[in-house]
């Protein structure tokens, strides 16, 4: 199935040459139009996870639907390919299906809004933007159950619709979805929000090609994906070795007492172009950590982790796709088959930049990094308040971020590039409950020449009666240290009764009943140190001690010795040094802690929880095949 382009004026565009003061002009324009539509969204957005939190993704792209500015590209290529309809002047489509998107968005929770940008008649541009909805229905507050075992569990989901045909809204449409939702004035008030701001790129864009022209706006897109093709080129063929590099790493349960889940990759270069195959991947999950990962956001994956690490001056966009071949094997838990669960997604997304990282890393050790971008993780509390009103707060957590060959890792820092946390304050302000809690867990960074950023610890006091979900990860596997950094600390989370007794709860689960005066003790995961720990500098050791960030007990994993008084003593710790090193022997690659079996192994005294089963893979069919 293809989309069927219908234009009233369907003359084609000339593809004139741009001088380099027009280019960057046009393309700074096209910059600008981006992030006002950020502006609008977070100006007119309810919900506090694209209100506070920019839980949402913008782009602008050319009449091909290839992101020329934005954050997270390929969205419109993969509606394009599922969409079986018309696209004309006025329409904007809505879709939350995955799968009848070929994984343009990747759970029902990210309603993707596209917007054809017609100019006399004329498709000149495509402007889109995804946010991630509080709630869309399904079994459980958040619609992310993490014991769902079908998409169908999960929330309403929508193909690819008209929700504006020419100009009109489907209000009957909107309404039926919206009935489906447990917060429906949040869902209209952020879907209007992404609506308004799509409309405010359409009219970006038509004024800067009013300025230049049509053919100079057209050109203008054209040449901003040729220059990221020959930089993302030249960038591909001075890191990506020919020989083959292999990683794997895991997702540590399924939330359903299985696991851990492999996610492997080979990553090889044949001339200018980078392979990447995913052969060996575990078989998709019972449960609802499978991630329908499109070939082409994978690519968009690969350039935003390339850029950042080797060259933050190329602008990203879309033109670099043909560099690259990606092959991920179906019914895998990274290409499950319909109606496979997909609302926990989010922790195989984030351990496919840890994947990234190792694969990158291993042909040129200096630029690799350390694991600590391993998950996003959600926190989720709902009830009826003393009102009888209907409270529901969806969040998302930070962790550490490794550590990197030009610095330490931030400390609870966000994964995904422009999110911001929820202030406290505006948490207090809304919701019942108190942040009693808030700072970074001393020594959860690892060790390393660079310090892995440390995770966060949260203690949140309810104030009504409700029910809170968790949605973390590495709480098995270490984020891994590089280069002889050592891994970071893994997750935990204790849930601390009123009556004084203590829960520790696994990583992943619903419906957990809460009441007034219980405090819930959420701490994140720690990234992984980059880099030999005896060869950090001291003053930097003794700075963190004094910072809070590194206990005078941790600081012994640098070698340092320091006093009560957070004083540096010089000899012992040059002596100290020397007895570590020699001990050690030589530094690993990669520090994962230990093999699967030895984490296993600890993982009831160390964490208080029961290590996961063997995992049962799901053998289904794709619905329509049976």
């Not at 220059?227 to 020919?242: D, K």
């Not at 930070?398 to 406290?424: A, E, M």
């Not at 720990?533 to 994993?557: C, I, M, N, W, Y």
Request: aromatic share 12%.
């Amino acid at each position: 199935m293809t989309a069927k382009l219908i234009e009233s004026t369907p003359q084609p565009f000339k593809r004139i040459d741009i001088d380099p003061i027009t280019l960057d002009i046009i393309e700074n324009a096209l910059r600008n139009a981006r992030y006002e539509m950020d502006a609008v969204l977070f100006r007119t957005a309810m919900s506090p996870g694209i209100r506070e939190q920019h839980d949402e993704f913008p782009m602008i792209a050319n009449v091909d639907g290839k992101m020329v500015v934005g954050q997270f590209g390929s969205f419109i290529y993969g509606f394009l390919e599922g969409f079986d309809g018309t696209v004309e002047e006025g329409d904007i489509f809505l879709t939350t299906d995955p799968y009848s998107c070929n994984g343009a968005v990747s759970h029902a929770n990210d309603w993707l809004v596209l917007l054809p940008i017609f100019k006399n008649g004329r498709l000149l541009a495509w402007s889109a933007m995804f946010g991630h909805m509080t709630d869309v229905g399904g079994k459980v507050p958040g619609s992310l159950p993490t014991d769902a075992t079908n998409i169908f569990e999960e929330g309403i989901i929508v193909p690819p619709i008209k929700i504006y045909k020419k100009g009109e809204l489907q209000e009957d449409i909107l309404n039926l979805i919206l009935h489906n939702c447990r917060l429906p004035h949040w869902n209209l008030s952020d879907f209007n929000a992404i609506v308004a701001a799509c409309r405010t790129a359409e009219k970006r864009c038509i004024e800067i090609a009013d300025r230049f022209g049509d053919d100079v706006f057209y050109s203008a897109m054209d040449e901003l994906l040729a220059r990221n093709r020959r930089a993302m080129r030249q960038l591909i063929m001075n890191t990506v070795p020919e020989e083959k590099q292999y990683f794997e790493d895991y997702v540590c349960d399924d939330g359903v007492g299985m696991g851990p889940y492999k996610i492997a990759c080979t990553m090889w270069r044949e001339g200018e172009k980078v392979h990447f195959d995913f052969t060996g991947t575990d078989p998709q999950s019972i449960g609802s950590i499978n991630f329908l990962l499109n070939e082409e956001m994978f690519k968009m994956f690969c350039g935003v982790y390339m850029i950042m690490v080797f060259d933050p001056q190329i602008m990203f966009n879309d033109g670099f796709y043909d560099l690259m071949e990606v092959h991920i094997p179906d019914g895998t838990l990274l290409k499950p088959r319909k109606p496979a669960a997909l609302s926990c997604r989010t922790h195989a997304l984030g351990r496919i930049f840890d994947v990234l990282g190792g694969l990158l890393g291993q042909g040129n050790p200096d630029f690799l990094c350390a694991a600590g971008f391993s998950d996003s993780p959600h926190f989720m509390y709902s009830g009826y308040d003393k009102n009888g009103e209907w409270y529901q707060l969806y969040q998302i957590g930070f962790g550490g971020i490794p550590g990197k060959p030009f610095g330490d890792g931030p400390d609870g820092h966000s994964l995904w590039p422009s999110f911001t946390n929820v202030p406290n304050e505006f948490l207090e302000a809304y919701f019942p409950l108190r942040i009693e809690i808030y700072e970074t867990v001393a020594d959860s960074g690892g060790a390393g020449t660079h310090r892995g950023g440390n995770a966060i610890r949260v203690g949140y006091r309810f104030l009504e009666p409700g029910q809170i979900s968790i949605h973390d990860d590495r709480w098995l596997t270490y984020p891994w240290g590089v280069n002889g950094g050592l891994p970071g600390k893994r997750s935990r989370k204790i849930l601390q009764r009123k009556d004084g007794t203590e829960e520790i709860l696994p990583s992943k689960c619903d419906r957990i009943k809460v009441e007034v005066d219980d405090l819930l003790l959420y701490e994140t995961w720690g990234g992984g140190g980059w880099g030999d720990p005896f060869k950090r500098a001291v003053e930097k050791v003794e700075f963190d001690v004094r910072a809070g960030l590194v206990s005078v007990a941790g600081a012994k994993r640098y070698g340092v010795v320091i006093s009560d008084r957070y004083e540096v003593d010089q000899k012992a710790t040059t002596v100290l040094r020397k007895k570590m090193t020699a001990d050690r022997g030589d530094t690993k690659l990669f520090d994962r802690g230990g093999t699967i079996e030895e984490l296993k192994e600890r993982c009831l005294a160390e964490t208080g929880l029961q290590p996961p089963k063997k995992p049962e893979f799901q053998k289904w069919v794709t619905i329509g095949q049976r």
